[in-house]
């Protein structure tokens, strides 16, 4: 374990993350410290604005003092009064008194722009002192999502929530939109009568009739402030989790996920260190949510499709919990090395799963992780730029628009070369807690992470691990295409091979009913399903009628109301052309509005037969005004490509 004991291991270690740069960030972060952010806020559903303001607590760092204080901004943010308050104020002292300033606003990217306030006189170093801004955001920015009572589960209330990775919160409040600098935060937020509002917060507290107030005690990135404010109920599930739904939701996330939660979280705990947050919830969000899950901290908001019925799509939430270590205690300083979040959590989910669901399913579910790899790779072809682990981010584009399977799946496979080159899976672990220890409420770079495993394991150092040629880190980092280590996923072949068997069967020009109704799928559980379909679907198209005759042979399948599942179906549905399954695909689609189910299923849509592509046009003109406003773009660029 490394020494210390100071929250956060501040001046622990010089990071090389300190002197990163983040070209996604039109602000002045490496001028200022920001050490709190205050909103406070009335939410209207008739206008769809949020209006109130932001004080955000600074300290100039500038040697020479600074002139200016530039923070990340969004046209759709409407800022109507700035001013500045000077020095701390002691103890039981009135704050200083208010000072008007200057501001304008200057282009910056497509996704933000910079507000600029010009201070009265350049504020010295070490000086402390806050910025309070005046402001309203509309329904026209990319991180406030206003939904319609139809777009809702119930049908009844509107619903607003918040979605802050990567770039989006610029267009919820002023801020360092950077996941370089992190502060803590707190928020009074109004809404209207009947209406319950939530925050990845750890304090929550009811304040008078229409009031609520929330504290987040530990220092996060500006991308993991969230909000939702709907007609919610609540549920415990365990002793520090409750499920947080819609009231007609309410009763069945609770027996989804009741018992299960703590487990998880201690079996996370167990591997990586103490969960620091408090409190563990989950929110279940409209239909329309474009992720699976996104890990506010204290609050993970997920897509209501993991209510499958038979807790058969919890490793979303066993993802979301593993990010309480990495992501959100050991934070990427820039959106180029995604993969520290989401490689380590991958490498943390798998860990957990094997410990609690045993070897064979987590390999099962890794190995549906690396299809996708592929997928993905097959897609771009593996050259592509974006398939390397540390992305560059050009100017002017979007951080979101990298997004890909790269930094989960490949990102994966480097850590666990990581563990392989250690050989023991314990002292492996070991260095995880101690990683997260040594790098907690910090963001770093790759190469803070692998100094500091070269430094954990010495005689890995001497043996110089780091350029092992074919294998080198450098290359691991900086060279596009498929991993060059892959973990072994053998331990998932009783669950794999009998899978694989099957879809052979079914792709066979002369199908052996015999030996297929042999097969039991019966007693399959929903991944290994997943597993055979990805076979198939790599077979496809298959023979004229086999596909028509597996839908009919497996209503279990064909008839599915697990996400997973459908989504598969539907793309082997479109891969065949099997057109009197088409309403499947677009019901599915009008079901929800999860990115990683939407895009695909459009792709293979525009790549099908005319009627596919038509199916595609009539889909998207049913539930544009129900997607969310990211995929709504994506799915856009699919129908017809930019400079066709
Ligand atoms: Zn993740």
């Known amino acids: 374990m490394a020494s210390g004991g100071a929250a956060g291991g501040a001046g622990r270690r010089a990071l090389h993350s300190a002197r990163a740069e983040d070209v996604a960030s039109a602000s002045s972060f490496r001028d200022f410290e920001v050490l709190h952010l205050h909103l406070d806020l009335r939410a209207e559903f008739a206008s769809r604005t949020l209006s109130g303001s932001a004080v955000l607590d600074l300290r100039c760092l500038v040697p020479a003092g600074a002139a200016e204080l530039r923070l990340d901004s969004h046209p759709s943010l409407e800022v109507t009064a700035a001013a500045l308050r000077r020095g701390p104020p002691g103890p039981g002292e009135p704050p200083g008194p208010e000072e008007p300033v200057g501001f304008h606003t200057r282009p910056f990217a497509r996704y933000g722009c910079a507000l600029c306030l010009s201070l009265p006189q350049p504020l010295p170093a070490g000086e402390r002192f806050q910025v309070l801004l005046t402001y309203r955001v509309g329904d026209a920015g990319p991180a406030v999502c206003w939904l319609a009572p139809e777009q809702t589960a119930g049908k009844e209330k509107p619903f607003v929530y918040t979605q802050g990775q990567a770039v989006l919160n610029r267009s919820f409040f002023p801020c360092f939109d950077t996941p370089a600098v992190k502060c803590t935060y707190s928020a009074l937020i109004q809404v209207p009568d009947g209406f319950t509002a939530v925050m990845s917060a750890d304090t929550w507290e009811r304040r008078g009739p229409h009031g609520f107030f929330f504290r987040m005690s530990h220092p996060i990135p500006s991308y993991l402030v969230a909000l939702a404010i709907g007609d919610l109920a609540s549920a415990e599930v365990g002793p520090r989790s409750r499920v947080w739904a819609e009231p007609c939701l309410v009763e069945a996330a609770r027996q989804e996920y009741d018992g299960v939660i703590e487990e998880f979280l201690a079996t996370g705990e167990k591997l990586f260190g103490p969960y620091v947050w408090g409190r563990y919830d989950v929110l279940f969000m409209p239909p329309s949510f474009p992720f699976g899950g996104m890990e506010n901290p204290c609050l993970t908001f ?141 963001s770093i770079l790759a190469d803070d992470l692998l100094e500091f495993y070269l430094e954990y394991f010495p005689e890995l150092k001497q043996r110089k691990v780091d350029s092992i040629p074919g294998f080198e880190f450098d290359r691991w980092l900086n060279t596009p295409g498929w991993p060059p280590y892959l973990p072994d996923l053998s331990p998932g072949d009783a669950l794999m091979k009998p899978a694989e068997e099957l879809a052979q069967l079914w792709a066979a020009p002369e199908l052996d009913m015999l030996a297929i109704e042999a097969v039991a799928i019966g007693s399959w559980k929903t991944y290994q399903l997943v597993y055979f379909l990805d076979k198939v679907l790599q077979k496809s198209p298959l023979p004229p009628g086999n596909v028509k005759k597996l839908g009919e042979m497996y209503p279990k399948i064909s008839g599915a109301r697990n996400a997973e599942l459908r989504l598969r179906w539907g793309q082997i549905v479109l891969q065949n052309d099997l057109q009197e399954d088409f309403g499947k695909v677009k019901d599915f689609l009008q079901s929800q509005g999860k990115q990683k189910y939407t895009l695909p299923l459009y792709r293979a849509m525009m790549g099908g037969s005319e009627a596919a592509r038509a199916l595609a046009k009539e889909t998207f003109a049913a539930t544009a005004t129900q997607l969310h406003s990211n995929v709504v773009h994506y799915v856009q660029q699919l129908l017809a490509p930019e400079g066709s």
């Open 302 to 442: 997920v897509t209501p499709c993991l209510l499958a019925g038979d807790r058969s799509l919890a490793d979303v939430i066993i993802h979301e919990i593993s990010h309480s270590w990495f992501g959100n205690l050991v934070t990427n300083a820039n959106w180029s090395e995604f993969w520290l979040n989401e490689g380590f959590t991958m490498y943390a989910q798998r860990r957990i799963s094997t410990c609690l669901l045993g070897a064979a399913y987590t390999c099962l579910e890794a190995a549906t992780g690396r299809a996708l790899l592929r997928q993905h790779m097959d897609v771009t072809g593996e050259e592509h730029p974006l398939n390397k682990l540390r992305v560059k981010i050009e100017p002017g584009v979007d951080p979101d628009d990298t997004y890909n399977e790269t930094p989960y799946e490949k990102g994966f496979c480097f850590v666990s070369y990581l563990a392989h080159l250690v050989g023991d899976q314990d002292q492996f672990d070991r260095f995880l807690q101690a990683y997260v220890n040594e790098f907690k409420f910090q």
